[in-house]
């Protein structure tokens, strides 16, 4: 089974919309797919059943002072059954959410924020940002990388698991996190880097910069390229699920730089589907397949598929920024949230 | 989305001048506003509040081969990460240490979209220390520079000075910047509606204010960091204009501190103002002309090594 995106384009697909009364600043399904949870700016996190024809329960109390920032699924299941989350949050504190709401403290940096999170569902790591420092939980301990020099601002680990790539002023910095401890390796270029995507297959790690662009490094060769053009800061990287698109946020519709073969070099990217209203905001591919959603600063949000350069729209504008997306593991229904506090679930499969 | 922009002071001033003292008036004091409060030191402010945000001074080089450049990346995670936030804030501040040039900070304002599109950079806040001022005008620029950045400056510990040097403090304050408001205080002490949100960027107070030391004749050296103004009653092309400014920010950035004017363009039913930090330059339109009111234009720099005459000329070709 997998979307079709004809059905799409004459219908809206069946969505259920829940309203928290702070923004959503991430969300994410849990490893087994059953389970949904939104991070908001009350320092609450929203669980729900995933499935939109379920009623979701009532809200819990915060679970952060603050803001809770980020939040991933977490990428160890639950022997017992029933998988969670990870989050972060102004307050300094990085929290394992069990499926029935209960918070443990992984983390706690106080005075720092733990505003961006990376997870690698083989080994369980997980990787969080905490000022200057990059954390990585892994079998029980917490291990901390770092002093950069200056703050981390996104993360994310190798294909492997074997290393984390940060992003910070004046390029990115690549650390072996086994226990053989190996020399960090740094990638320069000059500017604030503000977001990074290691990709699916590993060669490649994606940047989006200060300055409208976006860099991407080949690892194993240590060159680099630089792609322009860009009308806005681009926050959001996505690599689709084979490493052969890079997909981008900050344009009006779907923008793919092609990785297959020799690489963007000297290629314009793909860009296709319905002109959304206004910029993407957040986009974000389909961990299974060539789809991939797009969250507008407008309210909109649009499927994409690569594969067919068309695009259905899966949610009216409502003037609300989109700022978080999520897709389940089987790639059938994905989560929006937005600035207003809409949270979104949707089937994708009818 | 129409959104309400919420107003930034930028406190600046010597180490022991005082703001620290005013960041703890402002923190607990009963005004019934919520402000967030970023600071470079945590342990320095007594009181205990969520609202109080650490930052690193993080400042980067912006990638366009400008040297002035100079933008606080922490400054611009803070601020979108405030943002998020359930409650709303009534104000930001923003302590820069004693040593740090305030350039990079009020450089963030106007650089990055979405700061821009959420908040407005208010005023710049300048705590001089009477008692020691003279002194640590001789120990570099920074005490001289934080005066030129000066929207408004608080004249402080005047306790511990008399009457006679207070004079001579606040006149050498005017020699380098005049068009800052001075308040005398005391322990910092001063009602609040006198420094924040006070819309100090509304530049009303340029054009009625001229100072007289200004006039021809005066002369200064070009070293020292010194004001000047040029105004017209000839319309502006507005064109010409954004050209020769752009132009001129971009090599003489350094130099200016501060750059602010209200225009009045040709054909235009409102004031044109603007100001500028460095090289970074914003503007929009003002409060409109009212019907037989005098439509004149000004320009005020505050800087170093300032060419009064060539910025006169190059004015002077923008307009019709």
């Not at chain 1, 309203?19 to 009350?42: E, H, I, M, Q, V």
């Not at chain 2, 929207?151 to 403090?169: A, H, M, P, R, S």
């Not at chain 2, 005017?174 to 960027?201: C, M, V, W």
């Not at chain 2, 100072?211 to 010194?226: I, S, T």
Request: net charge negative; proline share 5%; with cysteine.
């Amino acid at each position: 089974m997998k979307p079709d995106l004809a059905n799409h384009r004459e219908a809206l697909p069946p969505q259920r919309k829940v309203t928290a009364d702070a923004p959503a600043t991430a969300c994410a399904f849990s490893r087994d797919g059953k389970l949904l949870a939104f991070a908001l700016g009350d320092g609450r996190v929203r669980l729900m059943p995933a499935d939109a024809k379920q009623e979701p329960p009532a809200a819990a109390e915060p679970l952060h002072k603050g803001v809770a920032l980020s939040l991933i699924a977490d990428p160890l299941p639950n022997p017992k059954g029933g998988d969670g989350f990870v989050t972060g949050g102004d307050d300094g504190r990085l929290l394992r959410i069990t499926s029935d709401g209960t918070a443990t403290e992984l983390a706690n940096q106080k005075g720092k924020w733990i505003d961006k999170l990376a997870a690698h569902k083989a080994t369980g790591a997980i990787a969080a940002s905490a000022g200057k420092m990059a954390l990585v939980v892994k079998d029980g301990e917490v291990r901390e990388f770092g002093p950069h020099s200056s703050t981390v601002a996104d993360l994310d680990f190798s294909k492997d698991g074997s290393r984390i790539a940060t992003a910070h002023y004046n390029g990115i910095t690549i650390w072996s996190i086994g226990q053989v401890t190996l020399p960090p390796r740094k990638f320069g270029w000059a500017g604030s880097h503000v977001a990074l995507r290691w990709s699916t297959d590993g060669k490649f790690v994606a940047t989006g910069t200060q300055e409208n662009d976006i860099h991407v490094w080949r690892i194993a060769q240590a060159s680099d390229m630089r792609m322009q053009g860009y009308p806005a800061k681009v926050k959001s990287l996505s690599w689709s699920a084979d490493a052969r698109w890079l997909f981008t946020s900050a344009q009006p519709v779907f923008t793919a730089w092609p990785f297959a073969g020799k690489g963007p070099e000297g290629k314009p990217p793909v860009q296709f589907g319905d002109e959304g209203a206004g910029l993407m905001t957040v986009v974000a591919a389909s961990p299974v397949s060539e789809f991939v959603l797009g969250g507008y600063d407008s309210g909109e949000l649009q499927l994409g598929e690569i594969k067919s350069r068309r695009s259905a729209v899966l949610k009216m504008s409502d003037s609300s920024p989109i700022t978080c997306l999520a897709w389940s593991p089987d790639g059938l229904r994905v989560a929006a949230g937005n600035e207003n506090g809409d949270l979104w679930t949707i089937d994708l499969a009818r | 989305m129409a959104q309400e922009q919420v107003p930034v002071t930028v406190l600046t001033g010597y180490l022991g001048a005082g703001k620290t003292t005013l960041l703890n008036r402002i923190l607990s004091e009963q005004h019934g506003k919520k402000y967030a409060v970023i600071v470079n030191e945590f342990g320095e402010l007594g009181v205990d509040n969520d609202l109080v945000i650490n930052a690193d001074e993080e400042v980067f080089e912006m990638n366009n081969g400008c040297i002035c450049c100079t933008v606080r990346g922490d400054l611009i995670r803070i601020i979108e990460g405030l943002m998020k936030r359930k409650d709303k804030f009534d104000g930001i501040l923003v302590e820069t240490t004693g040593l740090a040039d305030p350039g990079p900070v009020a450089q963030t304002f106007f650089t990055d979209d979405d700061v821009k599109a959420r908040t407005r950079l208010d005023a710049i806040v300048t705590v001089v220390d009477a008692k020691h001022f003279f002194s640590q005008l001789g120990q570099g620029e920074e005490a001289e520079e934080q005066v030129a950045f000066a929207d408004v400056i608080l004249l402080n510990k005047t306790d511990l000075v008399g009457e006679d040097d207070l004079g001579k403090v606040e006149a050498k304050i005017k020699a380098i910047n005049p068009y800052a408001r001075i308040h005398r205080t005391q322990k910092s002490k001063i009602e609040l509606d006198a420094i924040l949100d006070k819309g100090a960027f509304d530049l009303a107070r340029i054009l009625e204010f001229e100072p007289d030391f200004l006039k021809p004749g005066h002369e200064h050296n070009l070293d020292e960091v010194a004001s000047l103004s040029i105004s017209t009653d000839k319309p502006v092309d507005p064109d010409k204009f954004q050209k020769w400014m752009g132009a001129l920010l971009q090599i003489k950035g350094p130099d200016i501190f501060r750059s602010k004017g209200i225009l009045a363009i040709d054909g235009a039913p409102r004031r044109y103002v603007y100001q500028g930090v460095h090289m970074m330059m914003d503007s929009d339109w003002g409060t409109p002309w009212k019907d037989g009111e005098k439509r004149s234009s000004k320009l005020v720099f505050i800087g170093r090594n300032l060419d009064g005459e060539q910025l006169r000329r190059g004015f002077e070709a923008c307009l019709k």
